[in-house]
């Protein structure tokens, strides 16, 4: 697709269960990147993916948070057990990758909304 | 990557210029300077970036002095529809991980 596609747009869970929630980067994008954004807050990062490296996973806030990417496109986020507190919108992001600074702008996904009830 | 601060929030007026400025004392030789903008339930929307003295695009200017360790994000002529977030970042993202600050909530006024 043209840009970043994330999908649920919005998810209703109760708390206890599992969700997972899927990224489709810019095809060709070697960066991959996920944030967390609680409301009236910053973003907060989560993960980053890049090509074949081990992904930098220091901003999972516990875990019950994990993330793959698969053949190094599509990413799922996965959180088990949830909480309230994961109540949030999880943004992911796609960039081209190392190399010049053409390569440091990163396109956003609309986000998926997660409710923990 | 180097740390940023901003203001939280500024207020303009249609028609104004509107300059947001960043520090980032500990900006590193491979560091470049991105802002980002975000309206309300949207992702972030890359709007500029730059390394060094002066880039500008057909939304915004940048300004960047000599020592590196801040810039300026210049809107010309703000309407209604600059109401939003706006983030500074710095780092060399192709290696690493984007970090963002806490924005400037920037609100424009009729």
């Known amino acids: 697709g043209a840009g970043v596609s994330q999908s649920p747009s919005n998810k209703v869970t109760e708390k206890g269960k599992d969700v997972e929630l899927r990224c489709d980067p810019i095809?060709?994008?070697?960066?991959l990147y996920w944030y967390r954004q609680s409301l009236g807050q910053g973003l907060e990062f989560l993960i980053y993916?890049?090509?074949?490296?081990?992904?930098?996973k220091s901003g999972l806030p516990s875990d019950r948070f994990s993330a793959e990417r698969t053949g190094g496109s599509v990413s799922t986020l996965t959180i088990q057990r949830t909480q309230q507190e994961d109540s949030a919108v999880y943004l992911c992001a796609s960039s081209l990758g190392p190399g010049g600074p053409t390569n440091t702008e990163a396109f956003f996904g609309q986000g998926t909304r997660l409710t923990v009830v | 990557l180097a740390k940023t601060t901003q203001p939280i929030s500024m207020d303009s007026y249609e028609g104004q210029e509107v300059n947001i400025t960043c520090s980032h004392n500990n900006i590193a030789t491979n560091d470049y300077i991105t802002w980002y903008q975000q309206f309300p339930s949207q992702g972030p929307r890359f709007i500029i970036q730059g390394y060094k003295t002066k880039v500008t695009n057909e939304v915004a200017s940048l300004f960047i002095p000599a020592d590196r360790k801040s810039s300026t994000l210049s809107l010309p002529r703000v309407s209604l529809s600059d109401t939003a977030v706006y983030y500074c970042?710095?780092?060399?993202?192709?290696?690493?991980?984007?970090?963002f600050g806490s924005g400037t909530r920037l609100q424009v006024q009729p």
């Open positions: 970042l710095v780092g060399d993202t192709g290696r690493r991980a984007l970090t």
């Open positions: 095809s060709g994008h070697t960066a």
């Open positions: 993916f890049q090509g074949n490296s081990a992904p930098d």
